[in-house]
């Protein structure tokens, strides 16, 4: 049914830059809220940046200003672009759709894709 799936990931110095991408099939895809969490390794998956079907977005403080997400609905494609990367961006990134259907929220996410930021 719905298949999300990340690629982009990889080995990039410090201050660097490298960019995300994250197709989505099964659905409508102008219709979802579309976002990129993260989990390093021990810690709890956070929210990084989430782009709604209007273009309207949100970033965690701490990737504000560094961070860009984007969205394709012709390709169903949202995108996450990571400037000046630091070590503590290092985590396994995931593409995530929310879907609200008569008051109900359905959550679907891909499986990852690991970036690592060396010092």
Request: glycine share 10%; aromatic share 10%; charged share 15%.
């Amino acid at each position: 049914q719905v298949r999300l799936v990340e690629s982009g990931g990889g080995l990039v110095q410090a201050g660097g830059s490298l960019n995300l991408f994250c197709a989505a099939s099964g659905i409508i895809f102008s219709s979802p809220t579309m976002g990129w969490y993260r989990q390093a390794p021990g810690k709890q998956r956070e929210l990084v940046a989430a782009i709604t079907s209007g273009g309207s977005t949100n970033y965690a403080d701490s990737v504000k200003g560094r961070f860009i997400i984007s969205r394709d609905n012709v390709k169903s494609t949202v995108y996450l672009q990571m400037n000046s990367l630091k070590p503590e961006d290092t985590a396994v990134y995931y593409c995530n759709a929310e879907l609200v259907v008569i008051s109900r929220s359905y959550n679907y996410w891909g499986q990852g894709t690991q970036v690592t930021v060396s010092s």
